[in-house]
């Protein structure tokens, strides 16, 4: 889905109370965590990551009550539920934070201004006890309630402004998601460097693609291939590679095109050997 879209079911949803839709993804029903949860387990954190409460921010408030009510569990159900939930959600109080909210959705860094004053007039509404937890999992780091919202670039004249800074200045290091692994983080900072972005758009999927590529073929082989699908982008036959995902799944026709027009080399290099030591033509 485009931020313009986006832009406007958000935009349309502050103006006519309209529900906004949450994308659960398939891969949870392959997690480790998930896969070990019992069935009230299961009800309960789906709940806690579609329910109607949630905004642009991931923190809302949710008694127990209405969580008892909506999953069919008892207080000490719930209770030793959100005891086993403490790595995945915050609970203060009657209010909830999903401690990956801006891993998956990513409100506060938007490109769109329009989501991001979503996500900040969501944000001064929290009370600062929950607003403190926030600030470690979005890359903006807001500190006080007090803050307007043009402090945090989310207003139309600033971001024009940025829009020239960043064409004029094409060195500038992109902003990578920072609860991405290392390694991923790393590999997609390459491939911004590499292709001149100032932005990576779904990061989210383009760090899924990054991972298996460093699993499959290690992370100096995709540092490398990178530059050499950059190095041969718009070339006859080679594929095209428009992100982390399509490298994924157009390495081997990539690869077979670099080995295709390496330079010739001498016939006894071309010979291969066998496992068992045979040498074949």
């Not at 201004?113 to 807001?142: A, F, S, W």
């Not at 932005?199 to 699993?215: T, V």
């Not at 080995?259 to 068992?276: C, G, Y």
Request: proline residues 2%; contains cysteine; charged residues 30%.
């Amino acid at each position: 889905m485009s931020a313009i879209k986006v832009g406007k079911i958000i935009q349309k949803k502050f103006k006519e109370g309209d529900m906004i839709t949450r994308t659960v993804y398939t891969r949870i029903w392959e997690d480790e965590f998930f896969c070990a949860l019992s069935f009230k387990e299961k009800v309960v954190f789906l709940y806690l990551i579609t329910n109607v409460n949630i905004g642009l921010t991931g923190a809302y408030e949710c008694d127990d009550r209405h969580i008892m009510f909506d999953t069919g569990i008892t207080q000490e159900e719930l209770n030793q539920i959100k005891k086993k939930f403490d790595s995945k959600f915050v609970f203060i109080g009657t209010w909830v934070i999903i401690k990956n909210f801006n891993r998956y959705n990513n409100f506060c860094n938007n490109k769109s201004p329009k989501i991001r004053q979503g996500y900040m007039n969501d944000y001064n509404r929290l009370p600062k006890e929950v607003r403190t937890h926030l600030e470690d999992t979005c890359i903006i780091h807001v500190s006080d309630a007090s803050d307007t919202i043009n402090k945090h670039t989310i207003n139309n004249n600033k971001d024009k402004k940025d829009n020239k800074k960043e064409k004029k200045n094409k060195t500038k290091a992109v902003e990578i998601n920072d609860t991405f692994p290392p390694d991923v983080k790393r590999v997609m900072e390459h491939y911004a460097k590499v292709y001149n972005l100032q932005y990576i758009q779904k990061q989210f999927d383009n760090s899924l693609s990054a991972e298996r590529l460093i699993a499959n073929y290690g992370l100096d082989k995709v540092l490398a291939m990178i530059e050499k699908a950059k190095a041969n982008k718009g070339k006859r036959y080679y594929p095209s590679i428009g992100n982390l995902t399509d490298l994924l799944e157009k390495w081997e026709k990539l690869d077979y095109q670099l080995a295709r027009n390496e330079p010739v080399r001498k016939e006894e290099d071309l010979r291969v050997k066998t496992s068992i030591g045979k040498e074949v033509k």
